[in-house]
């Protein structure tokens, strides 16, 4: 039964087991080389079967391996004899089904262009038969050089992208695969299909390097081919919808004009006007045409350029509208938890409206969270339609077809949370996340809780964004039915500032600091601010701190103490000593209410001049209790100011979206000798375009009242605007009500108001290109908003000049004043400034940085702080944001 010919070969029952290329071919048996074994040290007994010895590994075409020779010894799963110690592997039926298994095992590793296995027979020394075994191996080349030749058009780094996303793998060090070569040159074509060129040619060649056998370099070879770009874009077969309103539906298959090289348009992908063919689908289908259909375009070509590099083609894209549909019946199904009563005011569709999938889509998301609440995570949702034609006979014309809407709802199961975990707090303690999180474990897992709760998470900021998909596993628990285990990965960003040294910004000039300010002190959530800084105009002396859950409930208590000094250039000197105590307390949801206390000690110095020349005191009565003048420059100010604050902005440094609502009145009276009431509303809002964009803005008012035995706003609490935290093109404190006969004084008004526009673009990792617009204007008693302003100009350069003496600016001579200025028009009443920043998080000072550049075009009547006409184009650093 075992007898065998001397040269037995099993390859061709493995290649029909296993199915393997015929590249897996068997030498004739006079290829085969001289064989020569070693005697056993021991041999087995006389009489025995036959036995396996020896069993070797044969490389081809030289005995050298690539890769380690005990990697294919692990695949090797026949036992081997080991006469030393007496075991002898028999041979028989058994051993060799175990090599058509190694067989196999091996050529799965796909390390092989061919491999076989050999058995020759011969006697040992005693008579006992024998099978010499050889596993005979030819490697696959190993790819060492990658290469892209013909184009400056190939990405590398993004094909590598897209090959990891497709799972392919064509590694330096790695067996050379065809298919694999085969697959990424298609991949190449379609990325030169994406950028216009649909005639590139790739070709793949694989050359044998020098420096060792099997040893290859894979060359992708391109031809990039003319570009093709679109000249012009028809559609056929469209009667009720225009070429117009089509081609709006298109995003990126447009027709080539001055502004294609914007966002690369007016070139032809075909990947891209797939894409487009969707939405002009959806366009349709929103307006009832549910069987429309858009056909595979003719590219005919009109003319290639001069150099052979550009492709001029037309586009014509065959439509097939069909009828358009009324709904018919509107009905619900499969729906057991929620009631159909409950489902129906979800979905903006009924029977004898133009079906739309739109109210289709934003019923199945209402639903969703309907469900999601309840803990029914995995419901899903979907219309079923079903087209009646309309009645053939006298009166079809009349009557429109319709479609029967049933909506198929699959509510599955409801889950309970098993347990939620945080992962990566190193620093920040569980209990500061856990009291922001509105799951509970053990209840109905709530999927809007977790929405709600990660936001509220995002707000703190102390840790990078979480989303929805990312940073947030929700897993079935093992074992467990029903039942979902959270886990929350946070990363955590450093909330700890420690800052030393000197800047300069337009608010503070030249400075030097030394602060710690924290949001999250030893990771408890509290904040904690000490700050030490002097500069050419700014002291600021702090210490604060506040608690947002004060004895473990959510009351927000927070105490501040300071010292300020603040020199607006050419005008005053502020100085205020004084602290707040505050008290917060949630309303619902992102709303809450504050209570604050301030008692502050005011004093203004350093007066300009001009401020208390004897004709202009002589023209505003109440300008020197403005000023403070003959109170010792002093005023004290005693006041509690109730707030009103609802915040759903996405993230405090970079916000994408979000509302924030502020309203707030101060009351100063009682504990001081200043009263007055000041009103103040804010409402921001950011609304995200796509993952790279968003629009923010903001609407501020402000209104300042006095009372009682104060008759007149102190200058400190007059109201002005500009600097980078109002209308960044103008310096601060420069827009407002002027004296109106010395110009160069601004007195501040009673009520303001300033609008903000900005649209933020991400451009990488924590840096944003802001394209803004801020407009605003200040008006004090008796002035509108609407009001026009008079445009003056210089009539004598040569005036006779005072000096500050103490900065040893020059100014005009209030006396030579009125011979100095005329009116030559009005301008408008708002004061605008548009332009761009750069902005840019430090993650170690923990602040966004900012570079403004601004155009000014409404800035006539505004002097800069040292007393010029605003210049037309203005460059400022900044720090923070402006709202």
């Known amino acids: 039964m075992y007898e065998l010919i001397s040269r037995i070969l099993i390859v061709s029952a493995l290649l029909a087991a296993s199915a393997v290329p015929a590249s897996a071919q068997v030498p004739a048996p006079e290829q085969a080389p001289a064989v020569q074994r070693a005697a056993p040290s021991r041999l087995p007994a006389a009489g025995s079967g036959p036995v396996v010895w ?5 490389f081809h075409p030289i005995n050298e391996s690539i890769i380690e020779p005990q990697t294919y010894l692990y695949y090797i799963q026949t036992p081997l004899s080991r006469p030393s110690e007496g075991v002898w592997t028999p041979y028989n039926e058994s051993t060799e089904q175990l090599l058509l298994d190694d067989f196999k095992r091996l050529w799965a590793t796909s390390f092989l262009d061919n491999l076989w296995i050999e058995t020759i027979d011969y006697t040992l020394e005693n008579g006992v038969p024998a099978k010499h075994v050889i596993y005979h191996m030819e490697e696959r080349p190993r790819v060492k050089i990658v290469d892209y030749t013909g184009s400056t058009k190939v990405e590398r780094t993004k094909i590598d992208e897209k090959m990891k996303e497709l799972g392919i793998s064509l590694r330096l060090d790695s ?9 990424v040159q298609g991949l190449v074509k379609s990325f030169m299909a994406q950028k216009g060129y649909e005639f590139a040619e ?9 420096t060792g056998p099997k040893l290859v370099k894979v060359v992708f070879d391109v031809k990039e081919g003319p570009k093709v770009k679109i000249r012009t874009i028809n559609f056929n077969g469209n009667v009720e919808v225009s070429d117009r309103a089509l081609g709006r539906q298109m995003k990126s298959t447009k027709a080539h004009n001055w502004l294609s090289w914007i966002g690369g348009k007016g070139t032809y992908q075909e990947a891209k006007f797939e894409e487009d063919a969707e939405k002009v689908i959806e366009y349709y289908r929103n307006k009832g045409y549910i069987t429309a259909r858009v056909g595979t375009p003719e590219i005919k070509t009109i003319e290639d350029s001069a150099d052979k590099e550009t492709r001029w083609v037309e586009l014509n894209v065959p439509i097939d509208e069909g009828p358009r549909y009324k709904v018919g019946e509107f009905k619900f199904d499969g729906n057991k938890i929620v009631k159909t009563e409950f489902l129906e005011p979800l979905f903006k569709l009924k029977t004898g409206d133009w079906y739309s999938d739109k109210p289709i889509r934003n019923g199945l998301v209402k639903s969703r969270e309907v469900y999601g609440a309840g803990g029914y995570f995995e419901f899903t949702g979907f219309p079923d339609l079903e087209p009646v034609e309309a009645a053939a006979g006298p009166m079809a014309g009349s009557v429109e077809p319709t479609v029967n809407v049933t909506l198929r709802m699959q509510e599955g199961e409801q889950y309970f949370v098993n347990r939620l975990t945080f992962v990566g707090n190193s620093t920040t303690r569980d209990n500061v996340i856990r009291r922001e999180v509105r799951l509970l474990e053990g209840a109905p897992f709530n999927t809007e809780s977790l929405k709600y709760s990660i936001k509220r998470l995002n707000q703190l900021g102390y840790f990078k964004p979480l989303e929805e998909g990312q940073g947030v596993d929700v897993a079935k628990t093992p074992g467990e039915k029903n039942q979902v285990d959270v886990t929350l990965k946070l990363e955590e960003q450093n909330r700890n500032q420690l800052t030393f040294g000197a800047g300069v910004s337009q608010f503070e000039g030249f400075f030097g600091q030394l602060s710690f300010q924290t949001s999250n002190f030893l990771g408890r ?10 500069g050419s105009r700014s002291e600021n002396y702090q210490v604060a701190f506040s608690e947002p859950f004060l004895f473990d409930r959510n009351i927000t208590g927070g105490v501040d103490i300071y010292k300020r000094t603040l020199r607006y250039i050419d005008q005053f000197t502020q100085e205020a000593t004084g602290g707040n105590v505050t008290m917060g307390f949630p309303l619902a949801g992102f709303s809450r209410m504050f209570m604050v206390y301030s008692f502050e000690a005011v004093k203004v110095g350093d007066l300009n001049p001009l401020f208390y020349s004897d004709e202009l005191v002589r023209r505003n009565p109440y300008l ?3 000023l403070l003048i003959g109170q ?7 006041k509690v100011t109730p707030s009103f604050v609802h915040n759903t902005v996405d993230n405090p440094i970079f916000p994408n979206s979000g509302t924030r609502l502020t309203g707030s009145i101060d009351l100063a009276g009682a504990g001081g000798n200043t009263n007055f009431l000041k009103p103040r509303f804010e409402y921001a809002r950011f609304q995200p375009l796509n993952r790279r964009t968003s629009l923010g803005f903001r609407t501020q008012f402000e209104w300042i009242k006095p009372y009682g035995s104060t008759t007149t706003i102190p200058i400190t609490e007059s109201l002005y605007l500009g600097g980078e935290y109002t209308i960044r093109g103008y310096d601060i404190r420069s827009i407002g009500p002027r004296d109106p006969q010395n110009p160069y004084l601004v007195l501040g008004g009673n009520k303001s108001m300033l609008f903000n526009a900005e649209y933020l673009i991400n451009i990488a990792g924590p840096v944003r290109l802001v394209l803004f617009y801020d407009t605003g204007q200040v008006r004090t008693i008796g002035q509108s908003f609407a009001m026009k302003e008079d445009i003056t100009e210089t009539v004598d350069p040569n005036i006779p000049v005072i000096v500050d003496p103490f900065t040893t600016t020059q100014f005009v001579n209030p006396n030579a004043l009125p011979t100095y200025q005329r009116a030559i028009g009005q301008t408008s009443a708002f004061k605008t400034s548009t332009g761009a920043e750069i902005r840019f998080f430090m993650p170690v000072l923990n602040v966004p ?3 403004i550049f601004a155009y000014n075009p409404q800035r006539y009547g505004i002097l800069d702080n040292s007393l010029r006409p605003a210049k ?6 900044a720090v923070g944001s402006t709202f």
């Open 175 to 183: 067996f050379l695969d065809e298919a694999v070569v085969r697959r």
């Open 632 to 638: 010792g420059g002093r005023r004290t100010i005693s």
């Open 872 to 877: 037309k184009f203005t460059f400022k650093f």
């Open 624 to 626: 020197a209790d403005s």
């Open 54 to 58: 020896p069993t070797e590994i044969r």
């Open 525 to 534: 959530g509290e904040a904690l601010t000490v700050s030490l800084q002097m």
């Open 202 to 210: 790739v070709t793949s060649i694989v050359e044998p390097l020098p």
């Open 849 to 851: 940085f900012r570079l």
